[in-house]
C-alpha cells in the first residue's frame, strides 16, 4: 500500500490520541498519591473519572492491538530472520 497524506494524518492521529492518553493516566497516577485526603465525594468522582477515561483508552488500544494482530498474520514472513550473502549476515 502506497503512503499517501491520508496514511501520514490517520498515522499522526493516532500518536497524538496516544500521547493524550498517557498523559491523562500519568495525571490519574499523580492524583492516587493525595487519594486518602479526598472526601467520600471527591473519592467518588475522582474514580468515575478514572473509569471513564481507562475505558475509552482500554477499547483504543484494543484496536490498535487488533489492528497489529491482523497486520501480522497477513504479512509474507518468508524473509524475517537472518540471511547470509556470501558470509555476510544480514538481519532483516
Known amino acids: 500500500m502506497p503512503y499517501t497524506n491520508e496514511n501520514a494524518d490517520t498515522v499522526q492521529g493516532v500518536l497524538l490520541y496516544a500521547k493524550s492518553a498517557l498523559e491523562e493516566l500519568r495525571k490519574f497516577d499523580k492524583s ?28 483504543f488500544i484494543k484496536s490498535i492491538n487488533d489492528a497489529n494482530i ?8 518468508m524473509f524475517v530472520g537472518n540471511i547470509v550473502i556470501d558470509d555476510e549476515v544480514l538481519n532483516i
Open 32 to 59: 492516587f498519591d493525595t487519594f486518602d485526603s479526598k472526601t467520600l465525594n471527591e473519592k467518588f468522582n475522582f474514580l468515575r473519572a478514572v473509569r471513564m477515561y481507562t475505558q475509552s483508552y482500554g477499547s
Open 70 to 77: 491482523e497486520e501480522n498474520s497477513e504479512e509474507d514472513n
